[in-house]
């Protein structure tokens, strides 16, 4: 008998965790250092992009930087996360820490944006890694209800990468050389000495337990079918305003991205459960659903983390150090609505509610910006970044939990990776889409400040202040923008003077000849009365020019000059010829203000005359808000598709421990198979495999045992009772 009972002790499912709370908060400590790696990369790259952009030339480009490198962490994220389902976490975390070093270094080397695109590319392989195998160890080790319970580990790694990624940033940005090398070049510099740490770390802490490996298929042609079909799509989108949205080449891209996503579904349904990016996940409702939820939630947040530091840095005239502090109010907003919604999830196990109250307060907080005024105040804007914070903070955690919460251990990096791969798709088109936007409405929008006639009058006059043109800070401003417009104008009134001039001078020249031809002036003397009558003429015609034109100034010999020093005749010359100029802007027809290097490069725009900078920060105030009523009008589609989200309860057990109570079950159920013993007094061996419970429906003969045992034990409290 005591055999017996040894028998069932040793078969009985283990009920311990499968990770005890200091193995977990090791692991946790080796997945911060790699998330903070990518982390405060995000934050010192998004503040120091303009002065990068200024420094190559290229600021309408930033959108290939930022593209180049969601392209590649996106395709690789999906391909991360199939490929640790196989060979494990670790090795997979450990690989993306090395290629997003050595991204970093060959970055720290770009001559121009595109180069610097293409090693952004080399890091994004990198960060796909780094983002979304955190996620997946979690959903490895913890259940779905106690992941809240170390949220705040991460949320501190975000914080405090949030705010040392703009201080950071900053400092490079605004310093011409540190070491002999150029300062924003050590925006990703920075990243060796984080990384090795972070490798060295991970190495250390990073330990979980293996799972048996299920599969050796890999499915690269996935992998190359994503490649395809994103690529093009994204490069249309990035270049459709130079290309035009009809052009040849664009037309092949659309072929070749419907193409490729053809392809790729062909290829997930023939590799099944060894698929890149297995089909079944579709089949639950609530991945399906989040997983359409991140993609606009995605192309909303990219959209909003890329354009408010250029709005901050470009219309209110911080600093990249300052644009990055007044972020602040997102990650403000980001932390708070994190930690309490997962406090809640942990307590409840239900997260309905969130994706609805995240996407509304992020829909409101675009409506919020699409109200900005290039004059406004900070804090109007902070109110919405804060807004921003607490829709986002309610769903990038949940819509990921929810993803997690509807596969098993086999599946659960899959499905983490494909949760972070649509919603990367959405921030990368979202990146594309309004950048790309952005600078194409950008050209059109400044000739329509221009065309304004109080904006107009007052830029054009501070132009031609010879105070104002002369001084040092708005050299620059000047050569990009008012030189050319100033000089066509004054040469043009110039030449109109001049051509008065030489009228009044032929007319009086005509009339001695006339004069001379009729007989009453003498020949001998018409080349002194010639001359006289030239210069009363002369004297004449200034003084009319003067009168119509009180800048004009004309020597004796002839000679006219422009005097724009009397503030009283300079304005009176603006009033004069505004109109003509409006005209011109209002037709588009300026190349001064339709210049292409005016967006590349924006550092004219440091320390220039508030007259003279504010038609360019009216156009840029403009091209932001065409930015935020399409991304609002995108997450407005996200709530309404929130209000059907059906989210059945989180899971109690991590996957981990579903995993090891199965494998002991099974164990339990082939100990039992083997011994007779086992088989409970009274029951048949048709008993043991199977029975019938309450209501006809059929049971394990645990599950009747268990059944039994807990209809006893109410009994016995009823007679008790």
């Known amino acids: 008998m005591s055999d017996v009972a040894a028998s069932r002790t040793a078969a009985a499912p283990r009920t311990d965790p499968v990770m005890t709370h200091r193995m977990i908060l090791f692991v946790i400590f080796g997945l911060m250092a790699g998330m903070f790696l990518s982390a405060l990369d995000q934050t010192i790259v998004g503040t120091a992009i303009r002065t990068i952009g200024d420094d190559l030339h290229g600021l309408s480009q930033q959108a290939w930087v930022t593209t180049a490198y969601l392209i590649t962490s996106t395709i690789s994220t999906p391909i991360y996360g199939k490929l640790s389902d196989i060979f494990g976490r670790r090795p ?20 121009s944006m595109l180069e610097l695109a293409a090693f952004r590319a080399v890091q994004g392989l990198g960060a796909g890694g780094l983002m979304s195998m955190p996620l997946a160890i979690m959903g490895d080790i913890l259940a779905p209800r106690e992941r809240a319970k170390y949220q705040g580990y991460f949320l501190a790694v975000f914080g405090i990468s949030s705010l040392l990624g703009p201080l950071i940033g900053g400092l490079f940005a605004g310093a011409d050389e540190i070491l002999g090398i150029a300062g924003w070049r050590w925006v990703f510099l920075i990243n060796v000495p984080i990384g090795l740490v972070a490798l060295g770390i991970v190495l250390r802490f990073l330990h979980i337990p293996k799972h048996p490996r299920h599969s050796v298929r890999i499915d690269w042609f996935g992998a190359a079918f994503v490649i395809m079909a994103l690529v093009p799509l994204l490069l249309v989108a990035e270049q459709g305003r130079t290309w035009g949205w009809g052009s040849p080449i664009s037309i ?65 005239g911080s600093t990249p150090t300052e644009s990055g502090l007044q972020m602040l109010p997102m990650i403000l907003g980001l932390m708070i609505a994190s930690i309490g919604s997962g406090q809640i999830i942990a307590r409840t196990g239900r997260y309905r509610m969130f994706p609805i109250l995240g996407t509304a307060l992020m829909t409101v907080a675009f409506w919020w910006l699409t109200h900005l005024q290039y004059d406004g105040s900070y804090w109007f804007m902070a109110g919405a970044m804060l807004l921003l914070g607490l829709g986002l903070g309610q769903l990038m955690q949940t819509l990921t939990i929810a993803s997690q919460n509807s596969v ?34 950008m050209p059109a929008n400044i000739q329509t400040s221009f065309a304004d006639e109080a904006t107009l009058t007052s830029a054009l006059d501070a132009a031609l202040d010879p105070a104002v043109a002369n001084d040092s800070s708005n050299a620059a401003i000047m050569s990009q923008i008012y030189t050319p417009i100033v000089g066509k104008l004054t040469d043009a009134t110039t030449a109109q003077i001049q051509a008065g001039l030489t009228k009044a001078t032929d007319a009086a020249t005509q009339a001695v000849a006339d004069q ?11 080349e002194a ?79 220039a005359d508030p007259r003279l900078s504010k038609p360019m920060l009216v156009a840029f105030n403009a091209s932001a808000v065409t930015v935020y009523w399409v991304a609002m ?19 109690a057990k991590s996957a981990l421990q579903e995993a090891a109570d199965d494998r002991a079950q099974l164990e339990a159920q082939r100990a039992a198979n083997e011994m007779g013993a086992l088989i409970e007094p009274g029951t048949s061996r048709t008993e043991e495999l199977a029975v019938v419970g309450a209501g006809g429906v059929p049971q394990t003969r645990r599950e009747a045992r268990e059944a039994r045992e807990a209809a006893e034990r109410a009994d016995g409290g009823s007679d008790s009772a």
């Open 92 to 111: 997979l975390f450990i690989f993306a820490i090395v290629v997003f070093i050595i991204g970093s270094i060959l970055a720290s080397f770009s001559t």
């Open 252 to 316: 092949l891209c659309y072929v070749i991205g419907v193409v490729g996503i053809i392809a790729f579904l062909i290829t997930e349904v023939v590799m099944k459960d060894d698929a890149l990016i297995p089909l079944k996940l579709f089949r639950s409702p609530t991945f399906s659903m989040a997983t359409v939820i991140g993609v606009f939630v995605g192309f909303g947040m990219f959209g909003a983390m890329l354009t408010i530091p250029l709005y901050l840095q470009l219309v209110l």
């Open 408 to 441: 098993g251990l086999r599946d659960m990096g899959v499905a983490t990776s494909a949760s972070t791969f649509f919603r990367q798709i959405g921030g990368t088109l979202g990146t594309a889409v309004l950048l790309s936007l952005m600078f194409a409405v």
């Open 516 to 526: 001379v031809a009729a007989g009453t002036v003498p020949p001998e003397a018409q």
């Open 529 to 607: 009365v010639t001359a006289q009558a030239v210069t009363q003429a002369q004297k004449e015609a200034t003084a009319k020019i003067q009168e119509k034109i009180p800048v004009a100034r004309v020597a004796d010999d002839g000679t006219v000059t422009l005097d724009f020093s009397n503030s009283g005749e300079r304005a009176a010359f603006v009033a004069s010829v505004v109109p003509a100029l409006q005209d011109t802007f209002a037709g588009g027809k300026s190349d001064a203000a339709n210049n292409e290097s005016a967006i590349d490069d924006t550092s004219f725009l440091l320390g």
């Open 633 to 651: 009008w995108v997450v407005l589609v996200a709530f309404v598709l929130s209000l059907f989200f059906r989210t059945p309860p989180l899971r």
